[in-house]
T-cell receptor
Framework: SQQGEEDPQALSIQEGENATMNCSYK?????LQWYRQNSGRGLVHLIL?????REKHSGRLRVTLDTSKKSSSLLITASRAADTASYFC?????????????FGGGTRLMVKP | KAGVTQTPRYLIKTRGQQVTLSCSPI?????VSWYQQTPGQGLQFLFE???????NKGNFPGRFSGRQFSNSRSEMNVSTLELGDSALYLC?????????????FGPGTRLTVL
């Protein structure tokens, strides 16, 4: 079963604009990770944010985490056509013995040149 | 450093057959996890291995099984294939099993069951 919901399910923007995707989850977590997937290929790891962190940056990516609301957001600034992909959040729930991730349904981002 | 590799990349099988998929993790990584991705169910966890031991198992029937070898390479097997097993099967590797391990995914094996 999926841990969370991603919002919106699809997003279409112009190149240069910012894209914001949201993720909600249900249980306490150790960390939350964001991944990108191009056209049914493998997942590319973007960023990991720990449960005790509130914000993290990596290049044009900014991730926030609000554990009180059980939600996270991914902001891509100055988007490019190459950012067109599906984006997934994945949570590692507290109490997991290992590395089991639970994924959201994903946001399909289209960046128009 | 080479990434996670999966073989084969594409497979076509018929109902009732069995299939074995292979995953080679990033060098030095000892944890391997498997996921199934379908349009209807999304990404779902199958199982995870660490040091040749299964640590976690998802909610899949016993037809789905896996193992890990001493060199950390892993295989998963699906017996008595059903049409619904058609999916992208993704393997992920990570260094260990702490709460803060990044997991890196391979390109996947696309299985089509006819």
């Amino acid at each position: 079963s999926q841990q969370g919901e991603e919002d919106p399910q699809a997003l279409s923007i112009q190149e240069g604009e910012n894209a914001t995707m949201n993720c909600s989850y249900k249980t306490s977590i150790n960390n939350l990770q964001w991944y990108r997937q191009n056209s049914g290929r493998g997942l590319v790891h973007l960023i990991l944010i720990r449960s005790n962190e509130r914000e993290k940056h990596s290049g044009r990516l900014r991730v926030t985490l609000d554990t009180s609301k059980k939600s996270s957001s991914l902001l891509i600034t100055a988007s490019r056509a190459a950012d067109t992909a599906s984006y997934f959040c994945a949570t590692d729930a507290t109490g997991n013995a290992g590395n089991m991730l639970t994924f959201g349904g994903g946001t399909r981002l289209m960046v128009k040149p | 450093k080479a990434g996670v590799t999966q073989t084969p990349r594409y497979l076509i099988k018929t109902r009732g057959q069995q299939v074995t998929l292979s995953c080679s993790p990033i060098s030095g990584h000892r944890s391997v996890s498997w996921y199934q991705q379908t349009p209807g169910q999304g990404l779902q966890f199958l199982f995870e291995y660490f040091s040749e031991t299964q640590r976690n198992k998802g909610n899949f029937p016993g037809r789905f099984s896996g193992r890990q070898f001493s060199n950390s390479r892993s295989e998963m097997n699906v017996s008595t294939l059903e049409l619904g097993d058609s999916a992208l099967y993704l393997c992920a590797s990570s260094f260990g099993v702490s709460a803060y391990n990044e997991q890196f995914f391979g390109p996947g094996t696309r299985l089509t069951v006819l």
